[in-house]
């Protein structure tokens, strides 16, 4: 949202109808702050029914003007397939305009496609270039690939103390598949020395977070402690 003015303390206070009419003229205007901020409304059903389509407009606005927030939610719709046909490419190019101007998000999300090849041509080094950059911004989930490349040696020389230090770093976020894939190098002892207890306490985090392969773990070395103790 835009700096306090009275469209956000009337949006702040749940009156939605101020809101959006002062934002509407605004954004007719040619505001571009009221223009991100009315299609976030339109794309959160925040206030009003959901409309991908007006949000998608909205953000097209604001984002010709350069906006990198608009330009980075134009690549999610684009991405998604949200009130417009889904274009790799065309979410790629946006990702790329918000990144360009230190959009983390849009930095994980561009190296995502960068990892799969969609959009771009594969180039899993730009992948782990893109997600270093945003990992530098705190972005957990780029950190969390960071690992998955360090781990599985993907445009980047295979490295499991690198990778456990990255999904350390994520899981301390409260990142769940972190944690599972933290507890699961600590279980077979890769990059560093087995740690079973160490492995049982992070797949019992991820485990609280309803990730069931977690629980799945955490079941299978419980009985494998018992069966040992028999």
């Not at 009156?15 to 571009?32: C, K, L, N, P, S």
């Not at 417009?84 to 190296?111: P, Q, V």
């Not at 997600?131 to 960071?146: D, M």
Request: hydrophobic share 40%; with cysteine; proline share 1%.
């Amino acid at each position: 949202m835009s700096n306090p003015d009275s469209a956000t303390e009337a949006f702040n206070r749940g009156d939605f109808a101020t809101a959006m009419e002062e934002w509407r003229q605004r954004a007719d205007a040619g505001d571009v702050e009221a223009q991100v901020n009315l299609g976030f409304m339109y794309s959160s059903g925040n206030g009003v029914e959901q409309d991908f389509g007006k949000a998608h407009v909205l953000f097209s606005q604001a984002a010709d003007q350069g906006h990198r927030e608009a330009e980075y939610s134009l690549g999610v719709l684009y991405g998604t397939g949200l009130g417009i046909k889904h274009d790799s490419a065309e979410a790629a190019y946006w990702f790329t305009r918000a990144s360009d101007k230190g959009h983390s998000s849009a930095m994980c999300n561009l190296a995502s496609l960068y990892e799969r090849g969609e959009g771009v041509t594969q180039d899993f080094v730009k992948a782990v270039e893109l997600y270093g950059k945003a990992a530098e911004s705190g972005n957990v989930v780029a950190i969390f690939n960071l690992g998955v490349m360090c781990e599985n040696g993907v445009g980047v020389a295979q490295n499991y103390e690198r990778a456990i230090e990255f999904y350390r770093a994520a899981a301390e976020a409260e990142f769940p598949p972190a944690q599972y894939n933290l507890g699961v190098l600590l279980a077979q002892g890769m990059g560093t020395d087995a740690d079973i207890d160490g492995a049982k306490s992070w797949f019992r985090k991820a485990a609280a977070h309803g990730y069931e392969l977690a629980q799945r773990n955490l079941d299978m070395l419980s009985e494998d402690k018992a069966t040992a103790a028999s």
